[in-house]
């Protein structure tokens, strides 16, 4: 049974810093693209970042380059999301995918978490 779970999440500070991982189970993430996902009440589910399956390529959706850096651990079956300069439009629960494709549409993923929520204070 593939699982996979997110952690990190947390209330912070406009300006702060938060580190999100998603640890997956029963599933071998090396061969998969990931992403990382949010969703805000009221609003659709966004791409935030994708990596590909060894790591070479990454991406960002414009409203958190050069703030967000998304990585992967294989050895460790472990996504990460390191969150710095936070703002309050940020705040959404956020979620982690692993699918076949690198894209940041949700359509392309095939496996989820169950989310971690981050709220950013102003």
């Known amino acids: 049974q593939v699982q996979m779970v997110e952690s990190g999440g947390g209330l912070v500070q406009a300006g702060g810093s938060l580190r999100l991982s998603c640890t997956a189970s029963?599933?071998?993430?090396?061969?998969?693209?990931m992403g990382w996902f949010r969703q805000a009440p009221g609003r659709e589910r966004e791409g935030v970042s994708r990596?590909?399956?060894?790591?070479?390529?990454?991406d960002y959706v414009d409203s958190v380059k050069g703030r967000f850096t998304i990585s992967r651990d294989n050895a460790k079956n472990t996504l990460y999301l390191q969150m710095n300069s936070l703002k309050p439009e940020d705040t959404a629960m956020y979620y982690c995918?692993?699918?076949?494709?690198?894209?940041?549409?949700?359509?392309?993923?095939?496996?989820w978490g169950q989310g971690t929520q981050v709220t950013v204070s102003s």
């Open positions: 995918a692993a699918g076949k494709f690198y894209s940041l549409s949700t359509s392309a993923y095939d496996y």
């Open positions: 029963g599933y071998t993430l090396a061969r998969h693209c």
């Open positions: 990596i590909s399956a060894r790591g070479s390529l990454e």
